[in-house]
């Protein structure tokens, strides 16, 4: 009597293939997420250590929401000036992300629609200042701020930093990817160059224009040695530079570290919230496509 295997080897492994498909996505999903909670565990411990007070942070088995609440957040803003200091690095970024993004516009516009003699070497050149950044240049810098006097001033901290090589790049080559149809056009029709930016240009930037802010304000808002240099009053200081003075902040001989992770969890909000609001057109700004 003949047996018959062919049909029950079909349904074992009609039912192995799903599960282990199954078992592959799990393991994946698995595995991405736990990359993402080792990526996202030192802004875990700070949440944590924020919410402990001194003797709690230094014991080690002590991992859990310490005693102190929300306290060590008031202490930060309240005593110790930091809401002064947001405020000194929010108005600082918004200058430096608005005078970047129009100057390097123009800048862009001149580079691609326009034809003047060195035009090639102009661009080169611009490049080339992307390997003298603000603290290569810090000595000659100090030293035009104190004969224009602006030492200690709000230009001092934003003028060094408007022109930007990265941006003027950035938006040359989008610039380029646009149709040659438009700019004839507006040609025929007398559109000026002002008129043609303000119409055409930046109607159709609006991703890269946002994706070129975000990178500015990020790196703006993350600004420590050149304030720290030029600005001597305290309460001009911004917020990177305000968390060091945290750190003089000690209680029986020992860093109040608590304090330190309120201040820097506060630190990480305004470009928290900027890089939530404006990450698509930061990913398209960084040739990333999502599929």
């Known amino acids: 009597m003949a047996t018959q295997t ?12 799903p599960e282990g498909v199954e078992t592959e996505q799990v393991i994946v ?5 736990l990359s993402i909670f080792l990526m996202g565990l030192p802004l875990l411990l700070a949440l944590v250590m924020s919410t402990q007070n001194t003797t709690e942070v230094y014991q080690i088995t002590n991992i859990g929401v310490g005693s102190e609440g929300l306290s060590n957040y008031q202490t930060a803003l309240n005593q110790y000036g930091f809401g002064e200091y947001m405020i000194n690095s929010v108005v600082m970024s918004v200058i430096i992300v608005v005078g970047k993004v129009t100057l390097s516009l123009f800048a862009a516009l001149a580079l691609v629609y326009y034809r003047f003699p060195y035009e090639r070497a102009v661009f080169m050149f611009i490049l080339l200042t992307l390997l003298l950044p603000v603290p290569v240049r810090i000595v000659p810098l100090f030293d035009l701020m104190a004969r224009l ?25 989008h610039f380029m990817s646009i149709p040659a149809s438009l700019v004839e056009n507006a040609h025929l029709d007398g559109v000026g160059p002002l008129r043609f930016l303000w119409e055409v240009l930046i109607p159709m930037s609006k991703g890269m224009i946002a994706g070129v802010s975000v990178i500015t304000f990020i790196y703006a808002w993350n600004q420590y040695l050149w304030p720290l240099i030029i600005i001597s009053d305290q309460s001009k200081q911004v917020v990177q530079v305000g968390l060091r003075f945290l750190q003089a902040a000690s209680q029986s001989g020992l860093t109040r ?14 470009p928290l919230v900027v890089l939530i609001v404006l990450h698509r057109p930061l ?9």
């Open 257 to 270: 570290w608590g304090l330190i992770m309120a201040g820097a969890v506060i630190a990480l909000l305004p």
């Open 29 to 33: 999903h698995g595995g991405l997420l």
């Open 283 to 291: 990913l398209k700004t960084l040739a990333i496509q999502q599929k």
């Open 149 to 173: 006097g602006w030492g200690n001033t709000l230009m001092a901290i934003t003028g060094p930093y408007i022109a930007s090589a990265t941006a003027v790049f950035l938006f040359r080559q």
């Open 6 to 17: 062919g049909p029950s080897s079909k349904s074992v492994l009609g039912r192995l293939l």
